[in-house]
């Protein structure tokens, strides 16, 4: 999954000439603002569960990613797929499906919204040692950045806003397959897009990634990567929150970096990007991270609900500024 790293040094550098400080992603829109469903995203995660662990070669995978596919064109949405391979860190090769959503349209200026879909294939954090060669569920850990991600795909749509940007919705393949020992060996299916981008030479004003948004008691804290990038971004991340009153999802705190797929992303393709993750106070990962327990019992309709429409609130609201 993500790998976490104390980071001694960051120069917060404004490393962005955002669209958005210059008012671009708030301009030529049309209202009303795309309104996400919080008991869509649930009946999403649940349809994401009932596939089981999404190993990738698995027959669970195909199926989660063709239903995916479907899922994004239901919503006008026209889709790519990338397929290759990548060798694991125990030598063998895996595929990698990545699926590219794109909004259509001819907007030349683009915004990328991603989460990762596939499953970590030993629960190698389960208490019980019996089960660290079976694969986790992962709801929470793959199934909730799905949901959102389609929630807002479908919100998107319905609004029939118009705007002089695009959205691109990326559902990253094969993150959670490395080893805590070589972080690189995470974030596979990012990494191979970020050297061999579909569309041809992508890019972006800026991006969001998702990352475990679902969970009960969620509060986002602040990613040291994405605030090393992007603070102009996570300054209108919390504007955002304040304006829809869910600015008791994003906490102030800080966390070191997240070696996560808005990592490989913006190092490669140049634009910046953010990682919207939870971490529990103690600077954990919640206790069901890569374990079987990681299902639908901790899943929030309600968290789900306010990061997405945050982030809707971020991208199309009005910004007095």
Known sequence: MKFLLTLTCL?????????????????KNSFPLPK??????????????????KVPGSSAHKKAGDWMVSELKSY?????EQLAEVKLPDGKKAPIR??????????KKRIMLSAHW???PHADNDSDKKNHSKPVPGVNDGGSGVAVLLSIAKAIHESKITTDFGIDLAFWDTEDGGTHANPET????????????VPENYSAIFGINFDMVGRKGTIIPIEAYSMY??????????????????????SDERIGQVVDDHYYVSRGRGFPMIDLIYMTPDGKFPPEWHTLNDTSEFISRDVMKAIGQTVLEMIYGKDDE
């Open 11 to 27: 120069l917060l550098l404004s490393a962005c000439d955002f669209a958005c400080n210059s008012g671009t992603a708030n301009g």
């Open 36 to 53: 996400m469903s919080e008991d869509f995203a649930y009946a999403k995660i649940m349809e994401y569960e009932k596939f089981g662990s």
């Open 76 to 80: 006008g949405f026209t889709v790519l």
């Open 98 to 107: 990545n699926i590219i959503g794109q909004q259509p349209g001819k907007q």
């Open 118 to 120: 596939d499953n970590r």
């Open 186 to 197: 995470f974030c596979l299916g990012s990494q191979y897009w970020s050297m061999n981008p």
């Open 229 to 250: 990038r992007a603070p102009e971004l996570i300054s209108k991340l919390k504007k955002a929150a304040v304006r829809i009153g869910t600015q008791d999802y994003f």
